[in-house]
């Protein structure tokens, strides 16, 4: 019997955390259909609980120190006994600058008769970046947006402190999967933010279908999306907490959008965190337009609404939106985080 190991590896923001509770919810199905999860890589908080994801073994594999992680997880693999076992993590993805740590999660499985396979989801770099953005915003409130958007344009990447590479030209990505596991055996899927939230779990259950086999398990009831977009108004919010745990005397948000003549009452402000204008939204899709057009070469895959011709005509009112957000957040971060400067 082909017994397989389905590495779901993101990317960040492609619904990775709503496809890992809905596989946690229905392991029984998934056990009846030849399909195992494993609690190794998961964290467990101090209450027994643990997340979904297989986290800490991409993170082990980000530290070159991952002998002791995959042992555990070859160890429960073989306990399970599984033809098919799936581990998920965003964190996976960024070790395609790393393929050689990838092939050691590779190798670890082929060491007790498995073979590996790779599932990656693309969307559209301009939304990516803002997600992106509302994620950093939660640990890193005083990031300019300018400069994270820099980083993106010039170098087609972002590269954090602690060595992690996110990457927005996807077909280094690709190639970087397909050197670690083989051309063959990388699945690589299309996220499209304008379909209901339900079917990136359905898309996913198509791809374990056409690698695994068929599946006992009924499509999702519930369209609810696990971890969306703050809006914008939580995003400030956010930065007022981190601004105030350093400076308990530091200006309430609502004064400082009252400051610069917004109304603090506005419903724009619980529009979602969306700080790109129009022309660094077209200047973004320009930028990865080969990129974009080379993944779909070698994989047939279009990336959803990435191409300049996608970006909204200038009178379109989201743009309007957006350079009233940057500019209270620019306030906010002068406001909270460059005193004294």
Known sequence: MDKHLIV?????????????????????????SGIGLVMAGRIRSADGLSTPGNHTIA?????????????????????RAAPTVVISSEEFHPLHVQPDRLRLLASAAASIGYRTSAILYLRAQTGYLESLYAEYLKSYPEMPFDVLLRDVVRHGEVREASG?????????????LQSAFGAQNVAVRPFDVTRPSSA??????????????????????S?????????????????????????????????????????????????????????????????????????????????????????????????????RQRRILDAARAAWFDLGH
């Open 164 to 176: 992690k590479v996110l990457t927005f030209d996807y077909t280094r990505v690709v190639e970087g």
């Open 223 to 323: 369209d609810a999306r696990e971890n969306t977009r703050a809006t914008f108004a939580a995003a400030l919010l956010a930065m007022q907490a981190q601004a105030m745990a350093r400076n308990p005397n530091a200006t309430p948000a609502a004064m400082i959008v009252h400051g610069i003549g917004e109304d603090p009452s506005d419903p724009f402000l619980l529009s979602p965190l969306a700080p790109l204008t129009h022309d660094e939204a077209h200047s973004i899709a320009e930028r990865f337009a080969d990129a974009n057009a080379r993944v779909r070469e070698m994989t047939g895959v279009i990336v959803p609404g990435a191409r300049a011709e996608d970006v909204p005509s200038q009178d379109d009112p989201r743009w309007r939106i957006a350079e």
């Open 59 to 79: 993170f082990a594999l980000q530290r070159d120190d991952a002998e002791m992680e995959l042992r555990a997880l070859t160890r429960e693999i073989e306990e």
């Open 200 to 221: 990136v779990i359905v898309d996913f259950l198509d791809t374990l279908r056409a690698l695994h086999g068929p599946l006992a398990l009924q499509p999702p009831v």
């Open 8 to 32: 779901h590896v993101g990317t960040h923001k492609t619904g990775t955390k709503s496809i890992q509770l809905f596989l946690d919810t229905e392991y029984r199905a998934l056990r009846e």
